[in-house]
């Protein structure tokens, strides 16, 4: 149990660097900056990673065991792994995905490369179910969420860890903490659990933390970005959107701020929103480490763009954890072709009725999609413009686009191939080709017991 007298008048500032694999590669530096002022302990997260990173992570170590990890690991670790070290700003990151031990040995590296002596890493280890369960027998698992995976080829089997490995690993007295899969909440719960020294069974803290992370874990989101609807919710400053700060006392009382001298912004809308991203059940949010219930939280105004957040409730979390799982998808194949100018829909119309009778006659029983882009595609599920009814100009900009999910490569190509033919087999005045056939993965979400999993977790310093 923690120390209340010792920890009470502790505060931990945790900033988040990206909410996922493709943010902005910059906005950490203003965090790092804002950071470096704070008085009491301070960390960087990196939230990078999701069921379709962490399978095409797992398909890229199995043609390469030096690889597998994080492929932002460097853009975002580049402008703020000198400045964290000289500034004791310790970060916690899933740059691991498929492969966390070889993540750390590419920072030591980039550590050198930029002149940063001393560094310490550490990993957790052990979410990896393929280690020590057979394939054969997560297939068989009932998929609570996504698509079956029975009879498929299993590519990756990932448990969602909870916070204990990341505070485990930062009692090591490292800079930097590299995990695989945990869940998101857990880069933040985990630097507090290490502060504060709550228990296993601190349920309103442990609550309160996750919150927190849950608030921290998509970056830009809770301080204006996606919330911003222009001329409904305008945002200032979006072409510099700070990103949030996290102030946690030891009772689990948070104050959510923002990078200085940034755009956006941080009010109890923003911070709404946030929290009920994601969030299936308010009163009872499953994690590894507690059971979350905000029906009790409140916001209160805690000064410009700086919101505190209180009343989190925490309950015993489930004897189960959650597994994504990644089978093998077969291969999708895309193609479009532009038509633009006057009749421009009426000759894309025409030469999607062109492809999809060619298709149907030259043997293709995959289902196909194929739709007028800019033509109520994205409500659309292959289903033509003309069969809805709606009225579009017949001038204009329309892209036609085919695709296939199919198991057979020659299938994808041959339905590329088929729009290509009308450059000179179409409608007039077809151009901008492009096509790809891309490798698919299918994830599906499964539970298992805790025990076999949590026995298997491990944590390592990491040398150079």
């Not at 029975?150 to 916070?163: C, M, S």
């Amino acid at each position: 149990m923690r120390d209340l007298e010792a920890t009470a008048v502790k505060t931990v500032f945790i900033g988040s660097g990206a909410g996922f694999a493709g943010d902005r590669r910059d906005a950490g530096i203003a965090v790092v900056e804002t950071l470096q002022r704070c008085d009491g302990p301070r960390y960087l997260i990196f939230e990078v990673m999701g069921e379709r990173t962490l399978a095409i992570a797992q398909r890229i170590r199995m043609r390469n065991p030096e690889l597998g990890y994080s492929p932002y690991l460097e853009p975002y670790l580049h402008g703020v792994l000198a400045a964290c070290q000289e500034h004791g700003v310790r970060i916690v990151a899933n740059f691991g995905n498929a492969n966390p031990l070889a993540a750390a040995k590419r920072v030591h590296e980039l550590a050198a490369e930029l002149g940063v002596s001393g560094l310490r890493i550490a990993v957790v280890l052990g979410d990896d179910l393929l280690a020590f369960i057979p394939a054969e027998e997560i297939a068989a698992l009932p998929a609570i969420e996504g698509v079956s995976i029975a009879g498929k080829e299993i590519v990756a089997a990932n448990a969602y860890l909870g916070a204990r490995p990341v505070a485990q690993a930062l009692a090591l007295d490292v800079d930097v903490v590299l995990v695989g899969r945990t869940t998101d909440a857990a880069l933040v719960l985990g630097p507090l659990i290490h502060e504060f020294d709550w228990g296993a069974e601190d349920w309103d803290c442990l609550a309160a933390g996750t919150l927190a992370g849950h608030l921290l874990e998509c970056g830009g989101q809770v301080t204006g970005g996606y919330f911003c609807d222009p001329g409904f919710k305008d945002v200032p400053g979006m072409d510099n959107l700070g990103f949030p700060i996290a102030e946690i006392d030891a009772g689990g009382t948070t104050v959510i701020g923002k990078a200085h001298n940034t755009g956006g912004l941080v009010t109890r809308a923003t911070v709404t929103e946030q929290i009920l991203y994601e969030m299936h059940d308010p009163g009872a949010y499953l994690t590894p480490d507690v059971t979350l219930d905000i029906s009790g939280v409140t916001l209160e105004d805690a000064g410009t763009d700086r919101i505190r957040v209180v009343g989190a409730r925490g309950k015993p979390p489930p004897g189960t954890l959650k597994v994504s799982v990644s089978a093998d998808g077969g291969w999708l194949g895309e193609a479009e072709m532009i038509y633009a100018g006057p009749n421009a829909l009426a000759r894309a119309r025409m030469a999607a009725d062109i492809v999809r009778n060619r298709c149907r006659r030259n043997g293709v029983t995959e289902p196909l999609r194929i739709e007028i882009v800019g033509a109520g595609a994205v409500f659309d599920n292959n289903i033509s413009q003309r069969q809805r009814g709606i009225n579009m100009p017949m001038d204009g900009e329309f892209r036609l686009r085919a695709a296939v999910r199919t198991h057979n490569k020659e299938v994808a190509q041959y339905v590329n191939d088929e729009v290509l033919s009308l450059f000179c087999s179409g409608p007039a005045g077809g151009g901008g080709y492009r096509c790809s056939i891309t490798g698919q993965v299918n994830t599906a979400s499964v539970v298992v017991p805790r025990g076999p999993v949590e026995a298997q977790t491990r944590v390592e310093e990491v040398d150079r």
